[in-house]
């Protein structure tokens, strides 16, 4: 699941509460929180990919949501959650429908055509879509300085990488794998900017919950429409032991370290995951499945993120200025 989740719930920051830091191990443990989230959810991309090699995608994400999304909901109605309004559970919906269906399918499913390492750069560029639609589509930010060189940068950084997959362009299966990465990227993106918009006055952790259990629930039911399912009685070990990590280590531990940290420390400290998630999947791919890692790829993936890191800040300056 894959990867810009400061975001969408950046806002959230104020939902929460108020951080002050009481003592030091408060912040040690909300510092190794944040190291968690930086590795494992770098990792996922591999437990994808290697899921993919024994159950169509679909029903693996489908599945790894479904699974996720009902421990979430049973922790919140333990804690005495109500069920969403009609208002509420429609916002869910198309909430599911961005991020969870497209993005989370779409990016699972390509996994099953390109490396995970090069699936998670692409990923990760989410935030460069996200200025490009704010800025063109829906003229809601005009680009600064900073801005523009971090578009430019990151543009840069993903060409760098694709030209040491010239070769493989040409093969179908690898282009394919990538419009459906970029897809999945794009559909962040506009999540994102949807729901900042419109789910300002919901706990996003409830939401995320609902989201990943309906996501799943339409993953499912359009892998078994579509055929591409397998029954669960003739899949083998290896297949479950991705669906459980991808489970219980890349949402459920993963999200609560996640949540764990952001009420406990500055978010800007807590997005460095942003930036640390795809050198992770980059690193993890090719010790672990022998997938390409050249100077040239490993310099494009530096330059990639260095953009995303200029675009990120140069929202937040001018979201500074415009609020004094």
């Not at 909901?73 to 497209?102: A, C, E, H, N």
């Not at 899949?235 to 669906?243: F, P, Q």
């Amino acid at each position: 699941m894959k990867n810009y989740i400061y975001d969408i719930y950046g806002r959230a920051k104020s939902i929460i509460e108020p951080v002050y830091l009481r003592n030091q191990s408060d912040r040690t443990k909300a510092v190794l929180a944040v190291v968690v989230v930086c590795f494992f959810w770098g990792t996922t991309w591999l437990a994808s990919k290697k899921g993919v090699q024994y159950m169509p995608a679909l029903q693996l994400a489908g599945i790894r949501q479904f699974l996720a999304g009902s421990f979430f909901l049973g922790y919140f109605f333990i804690k005495g959650f109500k069920l969403p309004t009609r208002d509420q559970f429609i916002q869910f919906g198309w909430m599911s429908l961005l991020m969870i269906v497209i993005n989370n399918g779409f990016s699972t499913w390509s996994m099953k055509y390109i490396p995970s390492g090069l699936g998670a750069v692409i990923g990760a560029a989410s935030p460069l879509w996200i200025a490009i639609l704010s800025t063109f589509v829906f003229k809601e930010t005009k680009l600064n300085a900073m801005t523009i060189i971090g578009l430019l940068l990151g543009i840069s950084g993903i060409l760098i990488i694709f030209s040491d997959y010239l070769q493989d362009l040409f093969n179908t299966n690898f282009s394919v794998g990538i419009v459906l990465n970029l897809i999945a990227s794009v559909t962040w993106a506009f999540g994102t900017i949807f729901t900042v918009k419109n789910a300002k006055h919901v706990n996003p952790y409830f939401s995320l919950g609902w989201q990943m259990f309906l996501g799943g629930i339409v993953l499912l039911l359009v892998a078994w429409f579509s055929g591409q399912y397998t029954p669960l009685h003739s899949t083998g070990a290896e297949v479950w032991y991705s669906i459980l990590y991808l489970v219980f280590v890349g949402s459920i531990i993963t999200y609560s370290a996640f949540v764990y940290a952001l009420k406990r420390l500055p978010a800007q400290q807590v997005s460095v995951y942003a930036y640390i998630n795809p050198i992770v999947a980059v690193i993890v791919g090719a010790l672990l499945n022998s997938e390409k890692l050249t100077i040239i790829i490993a310099a494009g993936t530096i330059v990639t993120i260095l953009g995303i890191y200029l675009v990120n800040t140069g929202f937040k300056r001018k979201a500074k200025m415009d609020n004094e």
